[in-house]
C-alpha cells in the first residue's frame, strides 16, 4: 500500500491553473443547460399559446423563463472569460517563478554572478508575479460575484417552476404536456446550481 505522505505535493499554482480549468469545464456544462433552459421556456411558449386565454399566466412564466436561461448564459461566459484570464496569469506567473528561482540558485551558488544586471532581472520578475498574484485575486472576486449572480437567477427559476405548476394546475387536460417540461427545467436547474456550488468552493483553491 502506497503512502501518499511521500508523493510529490503540486505546485500551488499548478493547483491553481487546476481548479481554473475545472471551473471552466463545470461553467461549459451549466451553459448548455441553460441552452436547454432557454430551449423549455420556448416549448412552454409554444404550448401556451395552444392552449389559448387559459394559459396566458403560462405564456408570461415563458418569458421569464427564457430571459433568466438567456442572462444564464451571458453570465457563463463571461466567468469562462475571468477563468481563462486566470489560467493564464497562473501559467505566466508559474514560469516567472521558475526563473526567479534558477535566477537565485545562480546567485547562491557563485556571488560572482551577483551582478546589478542580474538583481534587477530577478526583481522585475518578482514584480511581475505579485502583479500577476493581485490580478488573480481581483478576477477571483469578480468570479465569485458572477457565480452570485447565476445562483440568484437560478433561484428565481425554481420560484417560477413552483408557479407554472400552480397555473398548470388549472388546465388538467395538459397536466402531462405541462409536468415534462417543468422536470426538464428542474434538471438543468439543479445542475447548473450544483455546478455553482462546487465553482465558488474551487475559488479558495485558487486564492
Known sequence: ???NNHLPKRHPLAQ???AAADISARLNRSRKQAGLLSLSAKNLSVLAVRI??????LKVLSL????FAQSAIVISNEINRLVARIALDSVSRWRREMFSNKVTQVLESDPLYSTALLMAKKQHVVT???????????YCRQLDMQLEELFKFMQSMQVIAV?????????PEYQRQMDGLSEKIDQSTAVILEDVHICKSLIKEIL
Open 128 to 138: 511581475c508575479c505579485d502583479e500577476f498574484r493581485l490580478n488573480t485575486q481581483q
Open 1 to 3: 500500500m502506497s503512502d
Open 64 to 67: 421569464f423563463y427564457d430571459e
Open 16 to 18: 491553481q491553473t487546476a
Open 52 to 57: 389559448g386565454q387559459q394559459a396566458a399566466g
Open 163 to 171: 408557479n407554472a405548476r400552480i397555473e398548470a394546475g388549472s388546465i
